[in-house]
């Protein structure tokens, strides 16, 4: 993170508070490795609060400059221009990620807008702050797509998908996941857009456990697959993934659909594909979802995978 590179990201920062709205956006991608020196870099716009994040430690120097950098840019016409109140320097490569206030009075959450939906985030205190943008088109498509559907959404995390499809029309929604605080926060993301929650269910559950409470909600229409690449204890994505494909026939509706996510750069979308062809052969590859523009990746493969594969009734499940 040189001096070239500091100021091409402080040029980036500065053309893209020109043009905010007021909807949440990835404002630089660094880690899509398009710009050199600026690798572990990344800024989000969360509705006046403009997050940079650090996945790797600079040296003490270049720590230094970068908060030049940042400090000049509060003070730039663009910024005084824009809703920005509030400017947050997150420590990604620490164990606790730990966030630094640069401007603005720390408050632990707030509200921001996507695709007309709201999300209830978490400011300095968490790694992650509650929903992630990059997945912003498959919310979209899910919300497109499930009208009158009954979906269930597994490693449901705060229900982001669940709040897309309820807005969509889907008839009911059972989110899964193992973290109660998160399905938690994802009951307050429903209240936010005013849902009807007995349209929605939240399950507390290890998916591996609670095979048969899962078959007694279904069928679905839709099921949405977004683990994580790892969760100590609980899940290896190249290990444990395998284990819920073979399930997915036995849970579907005929021409039952599903979305399956992958985000690990180091691994393509060949790994659902085939394995997807190994388990549960009924189930057909259809098309892979693109990703935000601002999202872009030097490599296609090294971005977010979100597939769709729909069920052939005709082969029937497992």
Same mark, same amino acid.
């Given at each position: 993170?040189? $001096?070239?590179?500091?100021? *091409? =990201? !402080?040029?980036?920062? @500065?053309?893209?508070? %020109? &043009?905010?709205?007021?909807?949440?956006?990835?404002?630089?991608?660094?880690?899509?490795?398009?710009?050199?020196?600026?690798?572990?870099?990344?800024?989000?716009?969360?509705?006046?609060?403009?997050?940079?994040?650090?996945?790797?430690?600079?040296?003490?120097?270049?720590?230094?400059?970068?908060?030049?950098?940042?400090?000049?840019?509060?003070?730039?016409?663009?910024?005084?221009?824009? $809703?920005?109140?509030?400017? *947050? =320097? !997150?420590?990604?490569? @620490?164990?606790?990620? %730990? &966030?630094?206030?640069?401007?603005?009075?720390?408050?632990?959450?707030?509200?921001?807008?996507?695709?007309?939906?709201?999300?209830?985030?978490?400011?300095?205190?968490?790694?992650?702050?509650?929903?992630?943008?990059?997945?912003?088109?498959?919310?979209?498509?899910?919300?497109?797509?499930?009208?009158?559907?009954?979906?269930?959404?597994?490693?449901?995390?705060?229900?982001?998908?669940?709040?897309?499809?309820?807005?969509?029309?889907?008839?009911?929604?059972?989110?899964?996941?193992?973290?109660?605080?998160?399905?938690?926060?994802?009951?307050?993301?429903?209240?936010?857009?005013?849902h009807d929650l007995s349209r929605v269910s939240f399950l507390g559950h290890d998916l591996f456990k609670s095979w048969a409470?899962?078959?007694?909600?279904?069928?679905?229409?839709?099921?949405?697959?977004?683990?994580?690449?790892?969760?100590?204890?609980?899940?290896?994505?190249?290990?444990?993934?395998?284990?819920?494909?073979?399930?997915?026939?036995?849970?579907?509706?005929?021409?039952?659909?599903?979305?399956?996510?992958?985000?690990?750069?180091?691994?393509?979308?060949?790994?659902?594909?085939?394995?997807?062809?190994?388990?549960?052969?009924?189930?057909?590859?259809?098309?892979?979802?693109?990703?935000?523009?601002?999202?872009?990746?030097?490599?296609?493969?090294?971005?977010?995978?979100?597939?769709?594969?729909?069920?052939?009734?005709?082969?029937?499940?497992?």
């Open positions: 993170m040189n $001096s070239d590179a500091l100021s *091409l =990201l !402080q040029v980036h920062l @500065l053309d893209a508070l %020109s &043009t905010t709205t007021d909807e949440a956006r990835r404002l630089f991608h660094g880690r899509g490795r398009r710009w050199q020196g600026l690798e572990n870099v990344t800024a989000d716009w969360l509705n006046g609060v403009l997050l940079v994040s650090l996945f790797k430690e600079p040296a003490a120097t270049e720590m230094t400059a970068l908060r030049e950098v940042l400090g000049a840019l509060s003070q730039s016409p663009q910024w005084l221009e824009s $809703s920005a109140h509030a400017l *947050l =320097l !997150q420590h990604r490569y @620490l164990q606790d990620s %730990s &966030t630094e206030w640069l401007l603005g009075e720390p408050f632990d959450n707030g509200v921001i807008t996507e695709h007309g939906l709201h999300f209830k985030l978490d400011f300095g205190r968490n790694q992650n702050t509650g929903l992630f943008l990059d997945m912003r088109y498959g919310r979209n498509w899910v919300q497109a797509n499930v009208n009158g559907k009954r979906v269930l959404n597994l490693f449901a995390y705060t229900c982001g998908f669940s709040v897309a499809a309820i807005a969509g029309g889907a008839e009911h929604v059972v989110n899964l996941d193992m973290a109660k605080a998160a399905l938690s926060r994802g009951r307050e993301n429903h209240r936010l857009n005013h409470r899962v078959k007694r909600d279904g069928p679905y229409d839709l099921i949405i697959i977004d683990p994580p690449s790892f969760q100590k204890g609980s899940f290896i994505l190249t290990k444990d993934y395998q284990k819920i494909l073979r399930r997915l026939p036995d849970l579907l509706n005929p021409q039952g659909i599903v979305l399956a996510c992958v985000n690990d750069p180091a691994i393509g979308p060949e790994f659902l594909v085939d394995n997807m062809a190994t388990e549960a052969p009924s189930l057909i590859f259809q098309h892979r979802l693109e990703n935000p523009p601002e999202f872009a990746d030097e490599q296609v493969e090294g971005g977010l995978k979100a597939l769709i594969f729909v069920l052939d009734a005709e082969r029937g499940p497992l």
